[in-house]
């Protein structure tokens, strides 16, 4: 092995380590009921029907523009969802609920970890909304966060996780815009 592949390899561990850490220091099996019910709330709202009801009932109250909202989150999500699957089967990351700790808040719906596909498709759909509705930027990203976040605090994810997740949704997002022409 090469020293540059010691090196990167050395550095993917700190990475981890580090994930890790601030994965148990997010993650208490102890939270407080109200901490509990929220992230299930937002985790909730992320699991895919509520975009659709979004869609349909925005692009119903928007502008002349607007109706092309439906058709923008659908480019998104055509072009977010197989990147997802491919990164999700690649990395193979074990959730930390299977090798870290005890348990979690919830049951997964499959085994691997990274990306967050509940933060990529949040933010995914935050992205779009944002540019749709810019007024409301601050609350399309504020649930976003709180989707992403929620994943860490019921244990089904690890911090990098839902970073790498949100990075690939609003980066499908954006290139969704300009497929679709908005951008």
Known sequence: MS????????????????????????????????????????????????????????????????????LTLLVGFLIERPIYYVAKNSFARIRPCDCLVKGAYIVPSDRFSLPSGHSAGAFLVAVILSQYFPVFSWLWLSWAAGVAASRVLLGVHFPADVVIGALIGSSCGVLALMCVGVL
């Open 3 to 70: 020293d540059k592949n010691v090196v990167q390899k050395r550095l993917l561990q700190q990475l981890a380590q580090v994930d890790e850490t601030l994965f148990l220091k997010l993650f208490n099996g102890n939270s407080p009921n109200w901490l509990k019910v929220s992230a299930l709330g937002f985790s909730k709202s992320g699991d895919g029907g509520l975009y659709l009801l979004l869609a349909v009932l925005l692009s119903w109250l928007g502008t002349e523009q607007q109706p092309y909202l439906g």
